[in-house]
T-cell receptor
Framework: GAVVSQHPSWVICKSGTSVKIECRSL??????MFWYRQFPKQSLMLMAT?????????EQGVEKDKFLINHASLTLSTLTVTSAHPEDSSFYICSSTVDQTSNQPQHFGDGTRLSIL | QKEVEQDPGPLSVPEGAIVSLNCTYSNSAFQYFMWYRQYSRKGPELLMY????GNKEDGRFTAQVDKSSKYISLFIRDSQPSDSATYLC???????????FGKGTRLSVIA
């Protein structure tokens, strides 16, 4: 089945550090990648939609200067949390669909647990 | 009213029981319905994917969609301790659009 690989799985760093999260589609081309955030015992909330070769679309309330998304190739999208603070600690997950032209379900990466001290 | 409502539980059942998980939604424009299973500190894993009213069966899992009532269900037969996880319903409009999730239901199957 479709595989979305996300790296790293867990990051612990000091406040003020920037952290990059990578999401790769291993056996398909991901024209669109969705980035979600999940706080403990809560559901997934969409942060942004990235499209290969163009600017990401951010959801209301998500700071685009803080959460930088780059989708420079059809198999790689990155999310950089700039100058991270403790309130940015969360579980970040990416997802994509195998076939962008038809209505296929989304497959998710395994998530990145970000802990800011 | 939230777009997708799902009882967060927790739900605890004995091994072998039939589990029923449900979601309701308010927007009739949703076309595609999914159930995901999420283990702790892992990404959601797709269990079922449906796009029309009716039932869809896959092994011990049955997904049911009733578009007229805006209600979807997931049934798990012969539940196992390994089924213990959070179950998320999700839905979206047509096209390559993002998912809207329910809150997730935490299920524990006790041996």
């Amino acid at each position: 089945g479709a595989v979305v690989s996300q790296h790293p799985s867990w990051v612990i760093c000091k406040s003020g550090t920037s952290v990059k999260i990578e999401c790769r589609s291993l056996d398909f081309q991901a024209t669109t990648m969705f980035w979600y955030r999940q706080f403990p015992k809560q559901s997934l909330m969409l942060m942004a939609t990235s499209n290969e070769g163009s600017k990401a679309t951010y959801e209301q309330g998500v700071e685009k200067d803080k959460f930088l998304i780059n989708h420079a190739s059809l198999t790689l999208s990155t999310l950089t949390v700039t100058s991270a603070h403790p309130e940015d600690s969360s579980f970040y997950i990416c997802s994509s669909t195998v076939d962008q032209t038809s209505n296929q379900p989304q497959h998710f990466g395994d998530g990145t647990r970000l802990s800011i001290l | 009213q939230k777009e997708v409502e799902q009882d967060p539980g927790p739900l605890s059942v004995p091994e072998g029981a039939i589990v029923s998980l449900n979601c309701t939604y308010s927007n009739s424009a949703f076309q595609y319905f999914m159930w995901y299973r999420q283990y702790s500190r892992k990404g959601p894993e797709l269990l079922m994917y449906t796009y029309s009213s009716g039932n869809k069966e896959d092994g011990r899992f049955t997904a049911q969609v009733d578009k007229s009532s805006k209600y979807i269900s997931l049934f798990i037969r012969d539940s196992q301790p390994s089924d213990s996880a959070t179950y998320l319903c999700a839905m979206r409009y047509s096209g390559n659009t993002p998912l809207v999730f329910g809150k997730g239901t935490r299920l524990s199957v006790i041996a």
